[in-house]
Structure formats: C-alpha cells, structure tokens
C-alpha cells in the first residue's frame, strides 16, 4: 500500500534517505558503514546487494540472459538492452543544446558536453597530467607504471590469432576494437556525427 500512498517511514539516521520498506533502509545503510557481505567466490569481489553479486557472477560465466527479440543480440545487464534496443529504432533522446549531437545513453552526452565546456575531470595522482575521458587516463598511467599491454595485441599480427568473433556473421577479428566497428555494420549504428 505504500506504493500507492508514498508513505516513506524509514528514515536514515545519518542523511536524508527515505523508503518505503526496512529491507532497504538495511541495505541503504552498508552505504555508510561500507559493509559488502556478498562476495564471488572465484575473485575478490564484495558488493552491497545479492542482485549486484549475480550481475557479477555473469563476468564469469559469460551467460547473456538478456536477449533483443529483434536481432541475435545478447547482453548481461538489463541496461545494456535497453541501450541496444535504440539502434532498432534510432531514438536518440538525450541531445545536446549547443550543436546537434544526439545518443541514445545520457553517459555519451556528459562524455559529449566536455568537448564544448573543456572539463577535464580525470587527473593523474601522480603528476599534473588531466583528462576527459577515463580511458586517457588509463593509457596515460602506463607512462608511470611502465605496462606495455599491447604487445599480446601486436603478437596477434605475427600469430594470425582472431580471439573476437562476431555472433551475428563469420567475421573475426584480432582486437576488440574492431570487433565494436564491425557490430556497427549490423546495427546501423553511426555514433560519429
């Protein structure tokens, strides 16, 4: 009944958190006390919820039990679907107010807006380095630490190894990068305006 009235009882002590059910103040609570009782068995992983550990646990089966009725596509997370789904009808909702870039997830539009604002959000702990996008910073870390992760990449060339495979056609690829441009003759997808 509480869905219906709005009726929110439970109340955080320590912020302004409201909810209808105690189950969730207990889980709202491991917020901030930080306490994740749900761990995988198979690496270090430690969540809040049971629902985050069986999203998890996909990471290592490889079960996709999201599937788009429309193509072969399948996916783990609900999320990633719903995403999918707007290739199928070029919805686009979130646009930019400056310039006529549209994407069908708001985190493209955030990611989009720093090209106009010039924010940087992403800096190097160790050096003055900043970014707007975390994977710079990423590759920029290897400049501190030394990893070389693209030598696997490079030996493929010598190797002729195609880990990726696309599931929709016979295509195989040697990166994964590639195997993401080649979706795109799939889906119709044209993420570059």
Do not use: I, Q, W
């Not at 491991?30 to 969540?47: D, E, I, N, Q, S």
């Not at 990471?59 to 997370?77: A, N, Q, R």
């Not at 107010?97 to 800096?123: A, I």
């Not at 380095?129 to 994977?135: D, L, T």
Request: hydrophobic share 25%; proline share 4%.
């Amino acid at each position: 009944m509480r869905t219906h009235s709005g009726e929110k009882p439970f109340v955080c002590k320590l912020c302004k958190y409201k909810c209808s059910r105690n189950s969730h103040l207990v889980t709202h609570m491991r917020t901030h006390t930080g306490v994740k009782p749900f761990a995988c068995k198979l690496c270090k992983y430690k969540c809040t919820v049971n629902s985050s550990l069986v999203r998890h646990m996909r990471t290592h089966s490889g079960e996709k039990p999201f599937v788009c009725k429309l193509c072969k596509y399948k996916c783990s997370e609900s999320g990633s679907l719903v995403s999918h789904m707007k290739t199928h009808t070029c919805d686009k909702p979130f646009a930019c107010k400056l310039c006529k870039y549209k994407c069908t997830v708001n985190s493209s539009l955030v990611r989009h807006m720093r090209t106009h604002s010039g924010e940087k959000p992403f800096v190097c702990k160790l050096c003055k380095y900043k970014c707007s996008e975390s994977g710079s910073l990423v590759n920029h870390m290897r400049t501190h630490t030394g990893e070389k992760p693209f030598v696997l990449k490079h030996m493929r060339t010598h190797t002729g190894e195609k880990p990726f495979a696309c599931k929709l056609c016979k295509y195989k690829c040697s990166r994964s990068g590639s195997l993401v441009k080649h979706m795109r003759t799939h889906t119709g997808e044209k993420p570059f305006v």
